[in-house]
């Protein structure tokens, strides 16, 4: 091959080369470009909306301790006093409104200071939960072998997905306003939806019996266990993003 051959076969692949890296930069370009379009006029924003429920759940936690030098005593006490209230909920127990069941349950041993068990002391818990507060109230009123550990109340998951239900909707809604005005302000017309997030929550605040009346409770069998539930706020937020056209 003479000298102008092979000078004309370097021209060549160099054409060919510069004709491919052309080809890929306008490629990478026109990627480039649709992703600045697709990024263009993108507004990240959020809006949430708060319903308030009463709380429909009750929760009563009663419990018992005691003490002993051997761990077998301890243990068939705490199975005696548990049996007995357990006798006394289930006269009650109705699925859903008045549910009975046991709670934790704990053996451990006292040490002296040389390291040696002195003795044992452990505890058991009966859980009442359910929608009858008056029921709930008045078994636990009747148990006379434990003691009231724990009120509470809290929502149902019923009533939890129609409030977190409405309060969506309203959040939605919220949403979808605030996007159509952000676009007027921008002189546009209206927007698609990227993307959207929605995250739902509650507080609520749990009110206790009164401790006068807790102690009335305590020698005076049969009197029911004085509650008043209070409210949950469950909060609902929707955020994401839009891009306006």
Same mark, same amino acid.
């Given at each position: 091959m003479n000298s102008k051959n092979i000078l004309f076969a370097i021209q060549l692949i160099a054409i060919q080369a510069i004709i491919t890296l052309a080809t890929a930069l306008f490629a990478q370009n026109m990627q480039?470009?649709? %992703?600045?379009?697709?990024?263009? !006029? #993108?507004?990240?924003l959020s809006a949430n909306a708060a319903v308030e429920t009463q709380q429909d759940?009750? /929760? +009563? /936690?009663? !419990? /018992?301790? @005691?003490e002993a030098a051997e761990a077998n005593t301890v243990q068939t006490q705490l199975k005696t006093a548990l049996d007995a209230a357990?006798?006394?909920? &289930? &006269?009650?127990?109705?699925?859903?409104?008045?549910? #009975? @069941? /046991?709670? !934790?349950?704990?053996?451990?041993? @006292?040490? %002296? @200071?040389?390291? &040696? +068990?002195?003795g044992w002391q452990g505890s058991t818990e009966l859980v009442l939960e359910g929608r009858d507060f008056a029921k709930i109230s008045s078994t636990a009123g009747k148990i006379q072998t434990l003691t009231i550990g724990n009120v509470a109340f809290s929502l149902s998951r019923e009533q939890r997905q129609k409030v977190e239900s409405e309060a969506q909707q309203i959040a939605i809604e919220r949403f979808r306003s605030k996007a159509g005005d952000i676009a007027k302000s921008f002189g546009m017309s209206n927007y698609s939806l990227r993307e959207v997030v929605v995250n739902a929550g509650d507080q609520g605040f749990t009110p206790r019996p009164r401790i006068a009346e807790m102690s009335m409770k305590m020698s005076s069998a049969d009197s029911a266990v004085p509650v008043d539930a209070g409210k949950s706020t469950v909060t609902v937020t929707v955020s994401g993003s839009v891009q306006h056209r």
């Open positions: 480039d470009a649709a %992703a600045f379009r697709a990024l263009q !006029n #993108v507004v990240q759940i009750l /929760t +009563i /936690t009663m !419990n /018992t301790t @005691r357990l006798a006394e909920a &289930k &006269k009650n127990a109705t699925a859903g409104q008045l549910d #009975v @069941r /046991t709670g !934790n349950f704990s053996l451990y041993p @006292r040490y %002296a @200071r040389d390291g &040696k +068990i002195t």
